[in-house]
């Protein structure tokens, strides 16, 4: 036994470690701040406070992502990583890492050095995949851009980290990916296959793009690949030594629902501990998964491909973008056992399985995230769509992923009414406003402290600041209840909180009961100024295909006895689609533009 001291520095906290076990590629570290117990440890705080430092069974290991994958080669390599089916193209694991230290080799060879950007900006293509992986093979940092952003948008990214290469398909849907930054790089016609030289992105060097025939100053995906010699490839096995697990990976862009987005930088050791950490809890050795988010998101590069990579699980990418009648496709075809997919992603695969009624007899876990769910879209998951478990999972971007999650043998309460347990080695604590641990049981402001924790916003001291204390605490922003047992629940975001009245209420309970209605497929519920309550609320439902129309009236009645006469919604508004991200999520702040611009011109169905 070998015993000593760590330093993690995405947390700056040092810590007693003992290494427990060693291996060719991973170091397993058991660290421990109050107890050398690796079980389950709660500690109150005062007056009962909610606070929990959860152990697990399982210890962090410090690995990069290029050894993780050198791992799972290694114990897996005859098995499918990936099944692209609109691309219809397949790899093992054996050939994956083949053709990833190919790609690695080759964007060396185009001049980049350990630690610059690479951005992926497409939908879900195998070139995404293999571009991701291939840059932490190399050392660099991959920056995953959404595939709808256009030319201030993804000039802003560029900008933001230096992105130095661009990879990117030539055209998803009507978005044609060189004529946007063409707009914005007028010099990339300038030049004919050598870097770019362009005055307002200086950094910019090279932009690849999936095709066959490169447009002037690009270079095809396949020419890349085809750069390095065998010599260059051999020596990206070597170079995994070199790359400290507490480097930076890969960029996250938040949502940016408010001004511009903020760059989280996430490290190798936060993408593959969260990712086994998912990997384990999910049990998805053997198992293979229907991909329905976007790659580009925390749910798709950790939820998803770490956590798949960690137990050698196959994915599978049914379409470039959510299609759900493609999903069901993709899981008869491939005999899917495992989706994943956000609340609305799931709620549109079960209205297309009402119409088509396919043959699914496979699956046999729901694994759902982004956005909380309600308890009436799980019964529909697990009864229409035939799945024998349902996992709920939180988390946020900040947060490298998922921080609670739903455990095997989760009980019917915990799988409906909570987003599961705590994950392990991580502490968490729910605050007042002054910063005093409320009791369990008791809503506040959810803290996280742990390996999880980004290491900051790219070029952003003083967001990074006000988001992680000089504690190391990071704040949620979310209201949370956390429960002595381990397992919480979401109220809704601090700032979605409506004050009707001098009422505190939370959307997320009215959305739930709402979405009971056996004619309302979806509600989502804001708060909308009003001169004397200062707030009023006001639901957004989209009705089901056999359902007719509703009212506020025929609401209010549906709701007597079961809420509290203040939550029951002022304002009733029907609409055929939510406007989301393509991540998913939903995009509240436009709900509240349509309020305030097509109440008075009466261009919605709206009932008071």
């Known amino acids: 036994m070998i015993n000593k001291y760590v330093h993690i520095l995405n947390r700056k906290i040092l810590f007693r470690s003992e290494v427990v076990k060693l291996s060719k590629n991973r170091i397993y570290l058991s660290c421990h701040r109050f107890s050398n117990s690796a079980t389950a440890r709660t500690i109150s705080g005062e007056n009962n406070g909610s606070y929990i430092n959860y152990l697990g069974k399982n210890p962090l290991v410090y690995s990069s992502i290029g050894q993780e994958l050198e791992r799972v080669a290694a114990n897996y390599g005859s098995t499918e990583a990936i099944v692209s089916c609109h691309e219809s193209k397949r790899h093992t694991f054996r050939s994956l890492i083949d053709q990833v230290d190919r790609l690695a080799a080759s964007l060396l060879k185009l001049g980049l050095n350990k630690g610059d ?3 992926l900006w497409g939908p879900n293509n195998l070139h995404w995949y293999l571009t991701m992986l291939a840059a932490s093979r190399a050392g660099l940092v991959s920056v995953g851009i959404n595939p709808a952003y256009q030319g201030r948008e993804i000039e802003y990214c560029l900008k933001k980290v230096n992105i130095k290469v661009l990879v990117a398909p030539l055209q998803y849907k009507s978005q044609n ?9 007028p010099e990339l016609t300038a030049n004919e296959k050598g870097p770019i030289k362009s005055n307002n992105l200086p950094h910019l060097q090279r932009f690849i793009i999936d095709t066959d025939i490169a447009p002037k100053g690009a270079i095809t995906f396949n020419e890349l690949l085809d750069l390095s010699t065998a010599e260059e490839i051999a020596k990206i096995s070597k170079l995994q030594k070199f790359i400290i697990p507490d480097s930076p990976c890969n960029v996250q862009f938040t949502s940016g629902t408010t001004g511009h987005p903020k760059a989280a930088v996430l490290s190798h050791f936060n993408f593959v501990n969260n990712g086994i950490h998912i990997g384990n809890r999910n049990c998805l050795e053997g198992e293979r998964i229907c991909v329905q988010v976007p790659l580009f998101h925390a749910f798709g590069v950790v939820i998803t491909i770490m956590a798949a990579m960690s137990k050698g699980a196959t994915l599978v990418l049914p379409s470039p973008g959510f299609d759900a009648e493609e ?6 075809k491939e005999r899917c056992t495992v989706m994943h997919g956000t609340p609305t992603m799931y709620v549109d695969v079960i209205r ?7 043959a699914l007899d496979t699956l046999k876990m729901a694994v759902t995230g982004g956005a909380p769910c309600s308890p009436q879209l799980f019964l529909n998951i697990q009864n229409i769509l035939k799945v024998k478990e349902v996992r709920n999972l939180y988390g946020l971007t900040e947060t ?9 043998g989760d009980n019917r309460d915990q799988v409906l009414n909570t987003v599961g347990h705590i994950q392990d080695n991580i502490e968490a604590k729910v605050i007042d406003s002054e910063g005093h641990t409320v009791p369990f049981g ?11 924790t980004m290491l900051g916003y790219h070029g952003d001291i003083e967001k990074t600041e006000e988001t992680i204390g000089a504690d190391k605490w990071l704040h949620t922003g979310d209201q949370f209840v956390l429960q002595a047992d381990g397992y919480g629940r979401i109220v809704g975001r601090l700032k979605e909180m409506i004050i009707r009245g001098g009422e505190n209420i939370f959307p997320k309970e009215i959305e739930d009961f709402l979405n009971t209605h056996s004619d309302i497929l979806e509600t989502h519920v804001i708060g909308v100024p009003d001169e004397r309550m200062g707030e009023e609320i006001c639901a957004f439902v989209r009705l089901t295909d056999t359902g007719g129309e509703i009212t506020r009236a025929m609401l209010k009645e549906y709701c007597k006895g079961k809420l509290a006469h203040f939550k029951i919604p002022y304002y009733l508004i029907a609409v055929k689609e939510f406007p989301k991200t393509t991540s998913g999520k939903i995009q509240k702040f436009k709900l509240l533009q349509q309020f305030e611009e097509k109440f008075n011109t009466k261009q919605l169905n709206v009932s008071k």
């Open 117 to 119: 950007y690479i951005g």
């Open 400 to 408: 490298t992923a998922a921080i609670f999650q739903s455990r095997s």
């Open 352 to 358: 297309k399985q009402k119409d088509c009624n396919y």
């Open 177 to 185: 990916f060189y004529e946007i930054l063409h707009s914005i790089c």
């Open 327 to 332: 999903s069901l496709k993709a899981v008869v």
């Open 442 to 452: 008791q809503p506040g402001e959810l803290c996280i402290r742990g390996y999880c």
